[in-house]
């Protein structure tokens, strides 16, 4: 529960306290002390209130010491008085949630983009270096430097922690949207032992997805992510076994998605469409919804998906996005074809992904197809080198074994 809430109390604080690295640190007393009274006082009634209120109170004080340090008692006395009628007051802005109101804020374009999102991630999102890492396949050292210039940046810059004005927020949004994708993408492909965590960040994500679609519901984007949250939301069951192990998509029990999440998905994304502006967000929802309305795998429409993905390439050029449609024509007109694909990857894709675990994993997967078996067990080995967490190793590990016995059975 406290790490579920505590974006959401710190979303509160920053909107008090105005002081990001101010607001983190009282939640993070706040968190001890709840972790320390709550088992012997028991848990409250209303746990994020309670939260809240430690943590403001501790900033209070933190910032009454700083008063009595530079002799200005003063300005506690005004800070008390400012920071009551600040919670008191009600906002003039559309965003009236505390926690999208605050990723609107991070957002700001005086930042570059990576680091708003990485800066966005971190500290709002709770997700950890090594996971923000693994969303934009860069090394987590990176996303540490992002985060520590982003913060620095903002100090030296004094850019202020305020809600952008209602005519800001378009300007924003596409961070805004690219934050909510990765909370939902993190938290339907988390490694295993991190599955109530990841949960909760894929039903924030979902959550967020809403909220933009009702503030910006002429926004066919906004409207996009929200149909492709959904059908990514109604397959969760079905991702993992018991075990929190790994199952392929052509593997699970499709009687365990949620067809009214799906439906609701189609209807969603029809909407967007009729918007008449096409995005990345809605190529990428219709794809999921291709795969969520197909009634087996082998019943998929691979044909169909592997042309969206030559449209999503069009909004999204990525290495990424080419490996994917690599797969998808590799269902539809054989892995020869496919494996062609992954051979012309110019070098510029190469240098983003050549340590990317699922490359190695897809290049293995069609060599096996093509009965090419030597080199996909070189292909399985080097997706293993690569590969962030267990539960992934442990995934390749089993798939690398099935195609080497296939080989030894051969001969």
Same mark, same amino acid.
């Given at each position: ?21 101010l ?17 012997t ?15 403001? @109170?501790?900033a ?7 008063a ?6 003063s ?7 400012v ?13 009236r949630? +505390?926690?999208?109101?605050?990723v ?20 709002l ?11 934009f396949?860069?090394p987590?050292?990176t996303?540490?430097?992002r ?5 620095k ?5 004094r850019?202020?922690?305020r ?7 378009p300007?924003?949004l ?22 109530d965590?990841?949960?909760d960040?894929?039903?924030e ?25 959904l ?14 192990e790994?199952?392929l ?14 439906a ?22 219709a794809?999921?919804?291709l ?25 999204t ?6 490996? @994917? ?12 074809v496919g494996?062609?694909?992954l ?21 293995a997967?069609?060599?096996a197809?093509?009965?090419?078996? +030597?080199?996909?067990?070189a ?10 967490n ?10 690398r074994e099935?195609?080497a016995?296939?080989?030894?059975e051969?001969?």
């Amino acid at each position: 529960m406290i790490r579920r809430e505590g974006g959401r109390v710190l979303a509160t604080l920053v909107r008090l306290v105005g002081d990001i690295d101010l607001a983190e640190d009282a939640v993070q007393d706040a968190v001890v002390a709840a972790l320390r009274r709550w088992p012997t006082d028991g848990v409250p009634n209303n746990p994020p209130a309670w939260l809240t209120t430690a943590a403001r @109170n501790r900033a209070l004080d933190v910032l009454r010491r700083e008063a009595k340090r530079t002799a200005k008692e003063s300005d506690a006395r005004l800070l008390d008085d400012v920071l009551i009628s600040i919670n008191e007051a009600t906002t003039d802005s559309m965003v009236r949630d +505390d926690l999208l109101r605050l990723v609107f804020t991070c957002c700001h374009p005086a930042l570059a983009l990576e680091a708003r999102l990485a800066l966005t991630l971190r500290t709002l999102c709770r997700m950890n270096t090594a996971e923000i890492a693994a969303v934009f396949i860069v090394p987590e050292s990176t996303i540490g430097q992002r985060i520590s210039r982003a913060k620095k940046k903002i100090a030296t810059a004094r850019i202020p922690y305020r809600v952008p004005a209602d005519h800001e927020l378009p300007d924003r949004l596409p961070a805004v949207l690219q934050v909510v994708h990765a909370l939902v993408t993190v938290g339907h492909h988390s490694p295993a032992g991190n599955l109530d965590a990841r949960a909760d960040l894929a039903s924030e994500g979902l959550r967020l997805a809403r909220l933009l679609t009702e503030l910006m519901p002429d926004e066919p984007e906004c409207t996009g992510l929200l149909a492709l949250a959904l059908v990514t939301h109604a397959r969760r069951a079905s991702r993992r076994d018991a075990a929190g192990e790994v199952i392929l998509l052509a593997d699970q029990d499709r009687s365990r998605w949620d067809r009214a999440q799906i439906a609701e998905a189609a209807a969603t994304l029809d909407a967007a469409v009729r918007l008449h502006r096409p995005g990345r967000y809605q190529v990428e929802a219709a794809i999921a919804c291709l795969h969520g309305t197909a009634v087996s795998f082998e019943d998929t429409d691979w044909s169909q998906i592997a042309s969206l993905y030559a449209t999503l390439e069009l909004f999204t050029p990525t290495a990424v996005v080419r490996v @994917n449609r690599a797969v998808a024509v590799a269902h539809a007109q054989g892995a020869a074809v496919g494996l062609s694909l992954l051979d012309n990857l110019g070098e510029a894709d190469l240098a983003v992904i050549d340590d990317w675990h699922l490359l190695w994993s897809t290049r293995a997967e069609l060599l096996a197809r093509l009965g090419e078996v +030597d080199a996909a067990v070189a292909a399985f080995d080097r997706a293993l080198e690569c590969s962030p967490n267990d539960s992934d190793r442990r995934f390749l590990l089993r798939r690398r074994e099935v195609v080497a016995t296939e080989r030894r059975e051969a001969s």
